[in-house]
């Protein structure tokens, strides 16, 4: 077996391009020469004037009007092209040197009837005639003399160009027998390359790709292409790999999880997807691959939002789906379909249970309440001083009480579709009066010095529930009262904000970590701390009050720093940005 390495494509091809080149080289040569000499010397000059004979003529007959700026044109064409006239050399410029002054009286004769006459087009008269007879003379000496004046140096040239082109001839051939040997060399292993390319293109790659003994870049091309093989065949195993296993956790998926394209077509989904398509009645076509969501889910696929509830109505059952969807790259999307039927149920059953304890706890506790003012006023008899206080504590706590299960009834209410707001127009300096009066007393339990400041925004209504929005301002004031060691100061102020107000609950308390203010306004969040449990309450005070204020379509804000206070910002629109009526917080 010869081990003489394999001959190099490249070399190949260098000399075939080498000797294109140096047959495009020979043809620029002789291009350029003949080129030259075409255009150099005395032709150019005739050229030239040639061109400003044909301008002024055709300027003092077209000109439309003959203004001063087509004399100008036409008088510079003459001028231009007597001087180049009168250069040439030759035999044939003098017969052109003896009718250029004939063309150019003619030519002045007609300049002077235009002016006359700017608008209007030139007689059929004598004069046209001899301008005419003078210009085609003319021309036909400028052609005459393109034709002799040819240079020396081109006539000596002229018997070379056989030699010339000899050697462009020779120089093709060649190239096309070089040609032809790197096409032998290069077209057999190359169809062979492209068939196996098209194999592996077509899915088959068990097939290793063919062996070659020439062609250094050949094998080099073959073997990347191997490798490419190799790779791909990896890459694919790996993918069916991870398909498998993507099929094996959606399928065993308590979710139902699809994927939609661009247009809204499925593209992938798993078995649970077609179970609550069952379970909601089949009310559309089952799904399948390029099915549209929209068919299958007609309920789902006109909601918005990335996340949503919705609720089926079945014969004798309901059935709650909680959605997720979230864009892909591509332009699809994936939804995450949630069975929460029973969750809710659980809530209903919950909501349920918790309005029927709150009611029932409330009229004893109302009782308990009533008979220890009773006491706490004499009816039942003098009381000595110590139960006194013992009646007191427990008029106080029953009162604690109430306000506790007034907070979850509430709750009841809000979680059951809300509880109605009947908006009204509210002063400001109304809203901030009765809070500065019902928040007298508890300041001055407290030792906590309370100051309302309504300031310029006491002359602004807003539109406002006013018993509503009281238990919010009064709920706030509370808290800043609780965590306000005595000695402290709660300030409450007004000031224009837009086009509504903002109330501004601010107190020198302990304040409340970073950490808790995302979670302030949750369902029975309490912040953890000992003067926590000490003030009491329930921690729904702060749910209740953002629910009231976003019915009257305002928001609630809370900055805190630990050490140094709180405040706490209601904004609300002013009268005329909501309409009277009544509307549902929650």
Same mark, same amino acid.
């Given at each position: 077996m010869s081990t003489r390495p394999p001959r190099s494509l490249r070399r190949e091809l260098t000399l075939v391009l080498v000797a294109v080149a140096v047959t495009a080289v020979v043809l620029a040569a002789l291009t350029v020469l003949l080129f030259g000499a075409l255009a150099g010397g005395p032709g150019a000059e005739v050229v030239r004037a040639t061109r400003a004979v044909r301008t002024a003529g055709v300027t003092v007959l077209a000109a439309e009007p003959f203004d001063d700026a087509a004399v100008a044109l036409t008088l510079d064409a003459r001028t231009e092209a007597l001087e180049l006239i009168e250069g040439l050399p030759?035999?044939?410029?003098?017969?052109?040197?003896?009718?250029?002054?004939?063309?150019? +009286?003619?030519?002045?004769?007609?300049?002077?009837?235009?002016?006359?006459?700017?608008?209007?087009?030139?007689?059929?008269?004598a004069r046209l005639q001899a301008f005419t007879e003078a210009e085609s003379r003319v021309l036909a000496g400028l052609a005459f003399a393109t034709q002799s004046a040819r240079p020396d140096w081109v006539e000596a040239f002229l018997p070379w160009v056989p030699w010339g082109a000899a050697w462009i001839v020779a120089l093709a051939g060649l190239a096309v027998w070089l040609a032809w040997r790197l096409e032998r060399l290069f077209s057999g292993p190359m169809a062979e390359l492209a068939e196996a390319a098209a194999r592996v293109g077509r899915g088959a790659l068990g097939q290793p790709m063919p062996e070659f003994t020439?062609?250094?870049? &050949?094998?080099? *091309?073959?073997?990347?292409? @191997?490798? %490419?093989? #190799?790779?791909?065949? =990896? +890459? /694919?195993?790996?993918?069916? %790999?991870? $398909? %498998?296993?993507?099929?094996? #956790?959606?399928?065993?998926?308590?979710?139902?999880v699809l994927l939609v394209d661009a247009?809204?077509? !499925?593209?992938?989904?798993? @078995? $649970? #997807?077609?179970?609550?398509?069952?379970?909601? =009645?089949?009310?559309?076509?089952?799904?399948?691959?390029?099915?549209p969501l929209g068919e299958v889910f007609p309920a789902l696929a006109g909601q918005s939002g990335t996340e949503f509830e919705h609720r089926f109505e079945l014969p004798g059952a309901q059935l709650s789906l909680q959605v997720q969807r979230q864009p892909v790259p591509g332009g699809g999307q994936v939804w995450v379909l949630h069975d929460v039927t029973r969750e809710r149920e659980l809530e209903a059953m919950e909501r349920t249970f918790?309005?029927? #304890?709150?009611?029932? *706890?409330?009229?004893?506790?109302?009782? &308990?309440?009533?008979?220890?003012? *009773? !006491?706490?006023?004499?009816?039942?008899?003098? *009381?000595?001083? $110590?139960?006194?206080?013992?009646? =007191? &504590? /427990?008029?106080?706590? %029953?009162?604690?009480?109430?306000?506790? /299960?007034?907070?979850?009834?509430? &709750?009841? $209410?809000?979680e059951a579709g809300g509880f109605p707001v009947t908006l009204e127009p509210v002063a400001v300096s109304d809203l901030l009066e009765d809070l500065a009066q019902s928040q007298a007393g508890p300041a001055e339990q407290a030792g906590v010095a309370l100051a309302v400041d309504p300031g310029p925004a006491a002359a602004l209504t807003v539109h406002a529930d006013p018993v509503r929005l009281g238990q919010v301002f009064a709920n706030l004031v509370g808290n800043a009262l609780k965590f306000t060691a005595r000695g402290g100061r709660v300030r409450v102020l007004a000031a224009a904000e837009g086009d509504g107000v903002r109330v501004s609950v601010e107190d020198s308390g302990r304040g409340i970590p970073s950490t808790a203010l995302p979670h302030l306004f949750e369902k029975f969040f309490q912040v953890e701390r000992s003067d926590t449990r000490l003030a009491g309450g329930a921690g729904l005070g702060l749910f209740i009050s953002r629910h009231i204020v976003e019915a009257h379509q305002g928001r609630i804000d809370v900055r805190s720093t630990v050490g140094v206070g709180t405040r706490f910002d209601v904004w609300l629109p002013c009268a005329g940005g909501l309409r009277d009526g009544t509307q549902e917080a929650g």
């Open positions: 030759g035999r044939a410029a003098a017969s052109l040197r003896r009718d250029a002054p004939a063309w150019s +009286t003619s030519l002045f004769d007609l300049v002077e009837a235009r002016q006359a006459h700017p608008d209007q087009p030139l007689p059929e008269d020439r062609g250094s870049e &050949i094998l080099s *091309l073959r073997d990347s292409l @191997e490798a %490419a093989r #190799v790779r791909l065949s =990896g +890459t /694919i195993a790996s993918l069916d %790999a991870s $398909r %498998a296993e993507l099929a094996t #956790v959606l399928a065993h998926m308590t979710d139902g247009q809204g077509r !499925l593209r992938l989904y798993n @078995e $649970r #997807v077609r179970a609550l398509w069952l379970a909601v =009645g089949a009310l559309g076509r089952p799904p399948a691959p390029e099915v918790l309005s029927m #304890v709150t009611h029932e *706890l409330k009229t004893p506790l109302t009782s &308990i309440g009533g008979y220890a003012s *009773l !006491l706490l006023r004499g009816k039942g008899g003098p *009381l000595a001083p $110590r139960g006194e206080e013992f009646v =007191g &504590i /427990i008029k106080g706590e %029953a009162s604690k009480l109430q306000r506790m /299960i007034q907070d979850l009834l509430d &709750i009841t $209410r809000l």
